[in-house]
């Protein structure tokens, strides 16, 4: 087992983790993980090549093969993601691909496929892994583990207000219900379903802005990691 320290960060889409997990991770200095990313490289790139997405071994293969790499300069933004050379920074983030991604990720064999990378995430000085199962099975030894929520409805707004930023105008009773799907799918599959791991310290983001999750977040590394910068 690995002396490096890991802090989780998991919770459903729209929480906040994604913001939150690559402040920390800045603030630290520490690598990051968005295990989101691989499952979404996974569906875009089975989708590309033809395979279905209920074909669950052809994806498992595709998984365990993937050819990735996260050109970053700056771990507060998000990297330039190289799917085969090709950039797919943009694609991967559409409803459709997240969608897809969501159904890749609740068979088991691509889970499986997928653990040993981000594992390999894991690297000196320290990791700060983002997703759905970080503390319950791939870091289960993680340090500080944080498990973040809000509800279904401020999770739509927010994911509405990003795609109007970005010029793509969804209805937003729409994405209520997508959420609210795609929330039953990751949080009933068998294998890591998304839950708060033992011992996380949930936070609800609902009526919180990003400082305030920040300052109670500083607060939980201060206490139960005193030894971090
Ligand atoms: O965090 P995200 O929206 O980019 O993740 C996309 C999908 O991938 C999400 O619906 C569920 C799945 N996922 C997962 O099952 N386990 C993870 N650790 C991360 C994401």
Redesign the pocket.
Known sequence: MSDIPVITV?GP?GSG??TISRQIAHQLQWHFL???????LV?LGAMKSGIELGHEAGLADYARGLEVRFVSDDPTEEPIILLDNQDVTAD??TETC??A??K???LPAV?QALLQR?RGFLQSPGLVA?????GTT?FPAARLKIFLTASAEERAKRRHKQLKEKGIDVNLAALVKDIAE?DQ??GS?AS?P?KPADGAVILDTSIMGIDEVMAKVNALISEMMPDTK
Do not use: F, T
């Open positions: 998991d889409s983790k994604g968005d295990s989101g990313a691989l499952y979404r569906a991967i983030r997240g969608n991604a969501s890749a990720a609740a889970r981000q983002d997703g759905r199962d970080m791939v795609r799918r990751d599959r890591s998304l």
